[in-house]
């Protein structure tokens, strides 16, 4: 089944560190972005992605760093210099940029900083 | 920027009331999507919207685009308790690459 797969599913960090939350399609979709959830909020862009080796800063990069070396996959570093890591992270793919196909979201990742 | 906005924030009905969420931009949409998001899960996709003054329909749920194409609704007749979730809009702007999410609606629907 075609699908798009985050890990892991909980994850911790301590203060001062950098961790990186996977995020994998294989739904051959072009274009993939990460999105951040607080509770009770909406959904805030931080990066996204319309081709392999390529991707634009979204309303809050700040702290954050990805990378696109293959098309299936996307990951996202979150570092130390994100003040409040705290959240849940979603991570979505479609068929092309410009929001005119839906997006596939995956089940998402809630980082917690201890 | 682009804003969209989503009211109400919060709704509480009795299973079978019907519910309705407004979503409001402040500038012209090329499109607009519908998401539902259960508790404790990720969005998924409901519908497109792409005309002006379009109106789709999916079983009990009925998706409206405005004419001048800045607000769209989401209206559900007779919830029942499988409604429940939080439901966002998501509209792109004309010439932009991505979709700006609403602030959602949570739907609360008591048995």
């Known amino acids: 089944d075609g699908g798009i797969t985050q890990s892991p599913k909980y994850l911790f960090r301590k203060e001062g560190q950098n961790v990186t939350l996977s995020c994998e399609q294989n739904?051959?979709?072009?274009?993939m972005y990460w999105y951040r959830q607080d509770p009770g909020q909406g959904l805030r862009l931080i990066y996204y992605s319309q081709i392999v080796n390529d991707f634009q800063k979204g309303d809050i990069a700040e702290g954050y760093s990805v990378s696109r070396e293959k098309k299936e996959s996307f990951p996202l570093t979150v570092t130390s210099a994100q003040k409040n890591p705290t959240a849940f992270y979603l991570c979505?793919?479609?068929?092309?940029?410009?929001?005119?196909?839906?997006?596939?979201f995956g089940s998402g990742t809630r980082l917690t900083v201890v | 920027g682009q804003q969209v906005m989503q009211i109400p924030q919060y709704q509480h009905v009795q299973e079978g009331e019907d519910f309705t969420t407004y979503c409001n931009s402040s500038t012209t949409l090329s499109n607009i999507q519908w998401y539902k998001q259960r508790p404790g899960g990720h969005p998924v996709f409901l519908i497109q919207?792409?005309?002006?003054?379009e109106v789709k329909k999916q079983k009990r749920l009925t998706f409206q685009f405005g004419e001048a194409k800045k607000n769209s609704s989401l209206h559900i007749t007779a919830t029942q308790t499988t409604d429940v979730g939080t439901y966002f809009c998501a509209g792109r702007q004309t010439g932009a690459n991505n979709l700006f999410f609403g602030t959602g609606t949570r739907l609360t629907v008591i048995p």
């Open positions: 919207l792409v005309k002006s003054g």
């Open positions: 979505a793919s479609t068929q092309t940029g410009g929001g005119n196909y839906g997006y596939t």
């Open positions: 739904l051959n979709h072009d274009a």
